[in-house]
């Protein structure tokens, strides 16, 4: 959707690109982007949002890519395809940062048929290397929304109660080409506990809104590449857990490594399928300590055994969504002492806004701000008062 402050609009909307208004400059003279204001804005409305909820750690997400004739319009550049396959790679990277135990699966939809790129797998190099190979495919044809859903839906559907079934619809075209009544589809969706989020590239479309609504997912249409990558951001977060989320305790093996020096050569269990199954073959990797199976990386489920197998700094990057860095607290530079500065990157501040932790009160910058709910997950200012 649009942000009703910004002052830009849709780019379908626009009859040719008038780059030189999203740019403004600073009180330094510095140029900086208008959309930069925005972005910041969203995303603090979004620590706000999930304040005081718990978070899933456990994730099994499906991406659904629209490949269909409607990707090749060149409104993102250079086309919206491109421009999908290169911000995907960097969704995946952050994705598996900070949901390191989660899994991903990709499927793609075109000529009314929906195929599956990858299976649900916590191996971020998987997904990537097939995204890269995936630059050179055929876009023909309209997408089916509802054949992506179902195919989707077939996995998730048995996935444990303890995680979370999310869904992302990258949808790009105007029109979907279904075999049968999506409504349905929707309501298994919503039987099964799955949450479907969908982002536009087009515009907004009636079923897009209703899908989402009855899965309590959301819906966005881009504005442009930086937006498109703002909404991505957002879907890295975890969802709050609801009510149906249940309680378990979950086994996990915590593999010993074996290094090339060490041991009789041996074939890995995640290159047996593969295309270059010597890439595989030799004495170092990661054993699981239940069947004694070989792999390259960790996380993974172990195929022989059914064991999930994860290192200790995975279990504790995921901690922090049980438990939320509470979001601090607005204060006006005006009501502050003189001679304040941040905490975090210990520049003057320049902003009319600060923002206060509510524990060890220090001041911080949006930058810092965002940074430590974003991706440090813990008050600096909190951390260094416990050792001391």
Request: hydrophobic share 30%; net charge negative; charged share 25%.
């Amino acid at each position: 959707m649009e942000n009703e402050d910004d002052p830009k609009g849709y780019r379908w909307e626009t009859e040719y690109e008038k780059t030189w208004e999203a740019i403004r400059e600073d009180e330094h003279g510095l140029l900086t982007s208008s959309l930069e204001e925005i972005v910041h804005k969203s995303r603090r409305k979004r620590l706000l949002e999930k304040k005081n909820l718990k978070l899933g750690m456990m994730r099994h997400l499906y991406v659904i890519i629209d490949t269909s004739e409607a990707m090749l319009e060149p409104d993102l550049k250079p086309t919206r395809y491109l421009c999908t396959l290169k911000l995907l790679q960097k969704f995946i990277e952050e994705y598996f940062d900070q949901n390191p135990i989660s899994q991903m699966g990709m499927i793609h939809t075109q000529r009314k048929r929906a195929e599956k790129l990858t299976e649900l797998a916590g191996n971020p190099k998987q997904h990537i290397s097939v995204l890269q190979n995936s630059a050179q495919m055929k876009l023909e044809g309209e997408p089916s929304l509802q054949n992506a859903l179902e195919l989707a839906m077939q996995t998730l559907r048995f996935m444990p109660t303890h995680t979370s079934r999310e869904i992302l619809v990258i949808f790009g075209s105007l029109t979907t080409c279904d075999p049968g009544d999506i409504y349905e589809t929707v309501d298994s969706l919503v039987s099964h506990n799955i949450r479907c989020s969908v982002i536009g590239l087009a515009a907004e479309l009636v079923v897009c809104r209703k899908i989402t609504k009855a899965t309590q997912g959301s819906y966005n249409v881009v504005i442009d590449d930086s937006h498109y990558h703002e909404l991505l951001y957002n879907q890295v977060s975890p969802p709050a857990a609801t009510s149906s989320t249940e309680s378990s305790l979950i086994r996990m093996g915590f593999p010993y490594h074996q290094s090339k020096s060490e041991g009789k050569p041996s074939m890995c269990m995640c290159h047996l399928d593969s295309k270059t199954p010597h890439e595989g073959f030799g004495t170092d990797g990661y054993y699981c300590p239940q069947c004694n199976s070989k792999y390259c990386e960790l996380p993974v489920e172990c195929k022989a055994c059914g064991l999930t197998l994860v290192s200790a700094p995975h279990l504790a990057r995921s901690f922090h969504h049980l438990f939320p860095l509470d979001c601090f607290n607005e204060v006006a530079v005006s009501s502050m002492e003189p001679g304040k500065y941040c905490f975090g990157c210990l520049t003057t501040f320049t902003e009319q806004t600060v923002y206060q932790c509510s524990v060890c009160k220090n001041y911080f910058c949006l930058e810092c701000d965002l940074f430590i709910h974003d991706s440090l997950h813990a008050c600096p200012g909190c951390s260094g008062s416990r050792r001391q």
